[in-house]
């Protein structure tokens, strides 16, 4: 017998509605989570060497460019690196996490990438790596001579889209990997600025690695992809006498244009935080290692 149903009276109406209303705003919420926020166009980051806050942070001798750009733009003045050596800091840069890694030796992952994201998106990336040879290469090392800047030693770790197959089994991908003599700051919605060892402070001295930041960085800052963009400048570690946990703290310079002179912001960040603010930009979603984590929203006036 086909049974009949029954009416929904007044209160069964109020009882549905109010669970409709609650499920609605449970989603809503989650949607805003994942909405785009237009902070910028474009993102560029560049990643230095092996010196925290203490090094770098007032140091207008050794430093004098990257406290230019501190005194004008934004500095995270509690920024921690997760990790210690080099290489799990670059993998948490465009992971959100060190994924295990304890060492500098070069490895094969299959995790998601902040660059699948982009993709998956419809977004574009680029990754710059001073010295690079170029052909999807994923030696541990090169030595190559000048590429925008004095020569020095190209080294694998240092470009986090080489430790995914995924990215260098496929040539279309691995061709967003090219040396610094064909940098475009318009290629690109992401690109990523890997210096080689003599640039960024890791072989050579601060000073010579702000020499070269002086002559890169305006080709960013003058360029009219820079118009609504946002540049963010970092270190993988601290100096090995560093405070704070993981690999100690580090400067996180945001240059955006707009930004209050000379902003500073006390929270609490770690390298995550950088894909979290990407993520949220341009509403990719979040990495499972980063869906906990918050954006540096406070450069951005959110």
Not at 211 to 236: G, M, N, Q
Request: charged fraction near 20%.
């Amino acid at each position: 017998m086909q049974q009949t149903r029954r009416p929904i009276g007044r209160r069964g109406v109020l009882v549905r509605g109010a669970i409709a209303l609650a499920l609605l705003a449970v989603l809503g919420g989650l949607f805003v989570a994942h909405e785009s926020r237009p902070w910028f166009d474009r993102a560029y980051l560049i990643v230095l060497e092996n010196n925290g806050d203490a090094q770098i942070v007032g140091n207008t001798t050794d430093a004098p460019y990257l406290n230019h750009l501190i005194a004008g733009y934004g500095l995270a003045t509690d920024w921690q690196a997760p990790g210690r050596p080099s290489y799990p800091n670059y993998l948490a840069l465009v992971t959100g996490s060190t994924l295990g890694v304890t060492d500098d030796t070069p490895r094969d992952f299959g995790d998601p990438t902040l660059f699948d994201q982009l993709e998956a998106k419809g977004r574009t990336w680029h990754v710059y790596a001073q010295g690079y040879p170029g052909g999807c290469f994923t030696g541990d090392q090169a030595d190559g001579g000048e590429d925008l800047g004095p020569a020095g030693t190209y080294v694998r770790r240092h470009v986090p889209p080489l430790s995914f197959p995924a990215i260098t089994r496929d040539a279309s991908r691995c061709a967003n990997v090219t040396s610094l003599a064909s940098f475009d700051p318009a290629a690109a919605d992401f690109e990523m600025i890997v210096p080689n060892n003599a640039n960024n402070m890791h072989d050579g001295s601060i000073r010579a690695g702000d020499d070269w930041l002086a002559t890169f960085v305006p080709r960013i800052l003058e360029s009219p992809a820079f118009a609504r963009a946002a540049l963010f400048i970092t270190f993988d570690e601290g100096a090995k006498d560093a405070p704070g946990a993981g690999g100690g703290l580090v400067p996180m310079i945001v240059v955006r244009p707009g930004i209050a002179p000379g902003f500073q912001s006390p929270a609490l960040h770690t390298h995550r935080a950088f894909v979290r603010t990407i993520e949220d930009a341009w509403g990719l979603g979040c990495l499972p290692a980063v869906c906990d984590s918050r954006p540096a929203s406070e450069f951005f006036g959110g």
